[in-house]
Structures are given as structure tokens and as C-alpha cells.
């Protein structure tokens, strides 16, 4: 019968090589605790502190506006373009026929303007703009 050691190293062994090899591929290294015991900790790094500071991203609006297409149609090429059921892309076609436009997605700018893309590349009519949280 054989018994397994456990992963965490006591202080008094020797990692060696081992552990300077952890250090510089993992960026981690072992810390002693009060129990005498090693345990890997991750270290920290400028880039990880920059990227907390980065402001949040501006969002944009995708403005789908009304068109002369059959509702059936235009509800079709919206449920393939955007993660929408059919109901809810023929919804939205009603509301633009009353209101002229209506936001269908509120998004990154790289995501919009990839949907309105979409969109006009299929025929339909759609813009973007910022989206103001006010």
C-alpha cells in the first residue's frame, strides 16, 4: 500500500530548481504560513492593477428603422442577426412602423457596429448611437 503526499511542501524541504522554475512560468510563488506550512500564491503585477483603473466602456444603441418590407420578412432577418425569438423581432418591426426607429440592442461599439453591418448587408435600414446613462 502505498500513501500520497500531500501538494503543499513543508517549509524545511528542498524544492530546488523547482521552485525557481514555478516562479518564472507561473508568476507564483510559496509563501510560509503560521503552521509551518508553503502554500503557492499568485503575485501580483502592474498590469493586473492597470487594468482595474481602466475606465468601463462606452455603450452604443443599434437603431433599427421602419421599413417597407413585410413584417414576416424583416422579423426573419432579425432573429438570424440578433439572439432574439421570432415574436420579439416581430415586435420590434410593429414598433418601428408606429415610431419610425426603435433601439433593438444596447452594446459595445465594435458589437454594433457589427450588428448594423448585418443588418444593412441583408437590406434593412440600421444605425448606431452612444447610448447616455444618464
Same mark, same amino acid.
Given at each position: 500500500?502505498?500513501?500520497?503526499?500531500?501538494?503543499?511542501? !513543508?517549509?524545511?524541504?528542498?524544492?530546488?530548481?523547482?521552485?525557481?522554475?514555478?516562479?518564472?512560468?507561473?508568476?507564483?510563488?510559496?509563501?510560509?504560513?503560521?503552521?509551518?506550512?508553503?502554500?503557492?500564491?499568485?503575485?501580483?503585477?502592474?498590469? #493586473?492593477?492597470?487594468?482595474?483603473?481602466?475606465?468601463?466602456?462606452?455603450?452604443?444603441?443599434? /437603431?433599427?428603422?421602419?421599413?417597407? !418590407? /413585410?413584417?414576416?420578412?424583416?422579423?426573419?432577418?432579425?432573429?438570424? +442577426?440578433?439572439? =432574439?425569438?421570432?415574436?420579439?423581432?416581430?415586435?420590434?418591426?410593429?414598433? #418601428?412602423?408606429?415610431?419610425?426607429?426603435?433601439? +433593438?440592442? =444596447?452594446?459595445? @461599439? @465594435?458589437? #454594433?457596429?457589427? !450588428?448594423?453591418?448585418?443588418?444593412?448587408?441583408?437590406?434593412?435600414?440600421?444605425?448606431?448611437?452612444?447610448?447616455? +446613462? /444618464?
Amino acid at each position: 500500500m502505498t500513501t500520497r503526499t500531500p501538494l503543499l511542501a !513543508y517549509a524545511d524541504t528542498d524544492l530546488g530548481g523547482e521552485l525557481l522554475q514555478m516562479k518564472s512560468v507561473l508568476g507564483r510563488v510559496f509563501r510560509r504560513g503560521k503552521n509551518r506550512l508553503q502554500t503557492l500564491e499568485k503575485e501580483t503585477t502592474a498590469s #493586473a492593477t492597470k487594468k482595474q483603473k481602466d475606465p468601463p466602456e462606452e455603450l452604443w444603441r443599434v /437603431m433599427f428603422h421602419n421599413s417597407e !418590407y /413585410m413584417p414576416e420578412r424583416v422579423s426573419g432577418v432579425l432573429t438570424k +442577426v440578433f439572439p =432574439i425569438s421570432r415574436r420579439a423581432a416581430f415586435d420590434i418591426c410593429v414598433r #418601428a412602423r408606429s415610431t419610425g426607429t426603435v433601439a +433593438v440592442v =444596447i452594446t459595445n @461599439k @465594435k458589437q #454594433a457596429e457589427k !450588428y448594423c453591418g448585418a443588418l444593412l448587408r441583408r437590406g434593412l435600414t440600421a444605425t448606431i448611437e452612444p447610448h447616455d +446613462v /444618464m
